[in-house]
């Protein structure tokens, strides 16, 4: 959802600052990887230490390049096969950080053992949805379904409310603390109804392409 309506927005917001880093000679891979590195370096600082505050200052400061390095490349005109890879490769190793550094504070000094399963389930299951529609389409199919929770939601809603639980830890603002396992079991939950929203499409699409190749080959052979 929000990949459909946020991003339009975002892309006029951040073509200038696109552009001036193209003018100063940076390339899109280099945003993309100093990017990443940002993404991990906070999350795996700040929030196994439970400082979710500043975790998701830092973070927020570098999760915008992975929007940033792909306007770069179109505005070259070099959108590449290896941006695309390296660009989805490198998410994969961000949201780890992500979910990891915080799995680490549950198993940790914030000592809940369901809220640290809670948060791998998010990790994991977050690996696969991404992978469901990476394969399907490396097996040829078009796999049409985003799903309810992309990676954009699960970055804003876990960002947005550990953002804000901070605030608890940080400067004592008292009730808000919950704010983050109620993103981690969205995300959770989000995630699964997601999966499997792909896993049914790539059935289908699946069955369909099959029933294709049968029919042409039946075809074939008549002729
Ligand atoms: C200061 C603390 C106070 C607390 C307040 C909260 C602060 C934090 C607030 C918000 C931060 C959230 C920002 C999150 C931005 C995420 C943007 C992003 O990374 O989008 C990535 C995505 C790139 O698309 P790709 O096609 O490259 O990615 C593909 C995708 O990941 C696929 O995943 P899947 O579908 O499978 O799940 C992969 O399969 C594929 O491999 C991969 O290539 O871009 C978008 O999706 C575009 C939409 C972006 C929407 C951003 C919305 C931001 C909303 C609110 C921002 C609020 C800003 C507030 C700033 C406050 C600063 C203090
Ligand atoms: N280093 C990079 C990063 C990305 N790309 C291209 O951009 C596409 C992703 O766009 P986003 O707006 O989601 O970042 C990606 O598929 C590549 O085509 C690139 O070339 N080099
Ligand atoms: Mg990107
Ligand atoms: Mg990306």
Redesign the pocket.
């Known amino acids: 959802m ?2 459909k309506y ?2 339009a ?2 892309t006029r917001v951040l073509t200038p600052f696109a552009a001036f880093l193209l003018r100063r000679g940076v390339s899109p891979d280099a945003v993309t990887l100093i990017g990443t590195a940002g993404v991990v370096a906070g999350a795996l600082v700040f929030y196994p230490r439970g400082q979710f ?1 500043w975790g ?2 830092v ?3 570098f ?5 940033v390095d ?1 306007n770069m490349a179109r505005q070259m005109g070099r959108s590449s096969r290896w941006g ?1 890879f390296l ?3 490198l ?2 190793v961000a949201d780890g950080a992500l979910f990891g550094g915080l799995a680490m504070w549950y198993a940790g000094s914030g000592d809940d053992l369901t809220l640290c399963a809670v948060t791998i389930f998010c990790l994991a299951s ?1 690996q696969v ?6 394969r399907g389409e490396a097996i040829g199919l078009p796999v049409n379904v ?2 309810l ?8 809603i876990t ?6 639980a ?2 608890h830890r940080t400067f004592g603002v008292p009730g808000i603390q919950w704010l983050l396992p109620i993103a981690l079991w969205v995300v959770a939950v989000g995630s699964l109804i ?1 999966l499997i929203q ?1 896993v049914v499409t790539v059935r289908r699409e699946s069955a369909e392409a099959d029933a294709a190749a049968l029919e042409q080959a039946g075809q074939g052979s008549g002729a």
Not at 63 to 67: G, N, Q
Not at 149 to 156: A, D, G, I, P, Q
């Open positions: 929000l990949n946020a991003r927005f975002f505050f998701t200052v973070i927020t400061c999760v915008f390049s992975d929007l792909g695309a660009d989805s490769t998410d994969r977050g949805v991404s992978y469901t529609k990476a985003n799903g929770v992309e990676r954009s939601e699960r970055l804003v960002l947005v409310l550990c953002g804000l901070g605030f997601t792909r």
